[in-house]
């Protein structure tokens, strides 16, 4: 299923906050039409009840047999959310997650075991257009369900598509969190800045804009990221000096993010349990 053809059946989104509201912009700058979507959200944005004089369907009911249902709520309240889907499971409706931590088998248990369901983890950057999400399938969904998933979430940017369900811990410490990680970044080099008499407004314009062009030149010329450092880095040079204690490989930045990484990816598998 196209975007179109999904918008014909007709597509619900279960929680509408940040991700769900970038993951429903995205569908509706691509044309889907608000009077296809249904959205169940118990507390739904001044843009929502905008959307809903469009023709928008909020907190109307289900429509009979939509072509996907995508659940777009915290994990900590998924087990008081996902009953309103219940009419929906069996294998009509495709189910896709982009909640962390929620496995597959927890929708199998609550839907029927015959639901198609597409796990998947995007990131905020889907606000812009910019996401990144990471895709799994069970046996019921298959290649067409892994296909319909991947029409929806490329609307807000790039999919890639998982072997293992037990990778998307690992998936969501690095991209799903990951946004957090540079945004600390940018904070922190921008705070580094004014220690050292900067203006404060323009340490975070020259740290903002650094980080962003790093990423888009990264991600533009495709080299290995090592390589992009070692053509910054002179010897004997003020890069060099400050690598020197951000790649110390006790107490530097390397062993800290591998850290950070590995305790996210722990909260994702606790979070399962």
Not at 160 to 180: F, I, N
Not at 188 to 217: D, I, M, Q
Request: charged residues 15%.
């Amino acid at each position: 299923m196209n975007l179109e053809e999904i918008g014909a059946r007709g597509l619900v989104l279960l929680g509408c906050g940040k991700m769900g509201s970038a993951m429903l912009a995205g569908w509706l700058d691509r044309g889907l039409a608000p009077g296809s979507v249904w959205v169940i959200d118990p507390h739904p944005s001044d843009w929502l009840t905008g959307l809903a004089g469009r023709g928008l369907q909020l907190n109307r009911g289900l429509p009979p047999a939509p072509a996907v249902a995508l659940v777009a709520v915290k994990p900590q309240i998924m087990g008081a959310a996902l009953p309103a889907l219940a009419a929906l499971g069996g294998g009509g409706t495709l189910v896709v997650s982009v909640a962390a931590g929620t496995r597959i088998a927890a929708y199998e248990a609550a839907l029927g075991p015959g639901t198609p369901v597409v796990r998947a983890m995007p990131n905020t950057p889907a606000a812009i257009g910019r996401g990144i999400t990471a895709l799994v399938a069970n046996a019921a969904a298959g290649a067409a369900g892994l296909a319909a998933a991947e029409a929806l979430l490329s609307a807000v940017g790039q999919t890639v598509r998982l072997d293992d369900e037990d990778q998307m811990d690992a998936v969501t410490a690095v991209s799903g969190s990951g946004p957090a990680y540079v945004f600390l970044l940018i904070e922190t080099l921008a705070a580094a800045g004014a220690a050292e008499g900067l203006p404060a407004e323009l340490a975070l314009r020259l740290a903002r804009a650094t980080v962003a062009g790093a990423g888009a030149l990264a991600e533009a010329t495709g080299e290995d990221p090592a390589q992009l450092r070692l053509n910054v880095t002179s010897p004997g040079g003020t890069t060099a000096a400050a690598l020197a204690y951000l790649m110390d490989p006790e107490h530097g930045f390397p062993p800290l993010l591998r850290r950070a990484v590995q305790a996210a990816a722990a909260r994702g598998r606790e979070l399962a349990q």
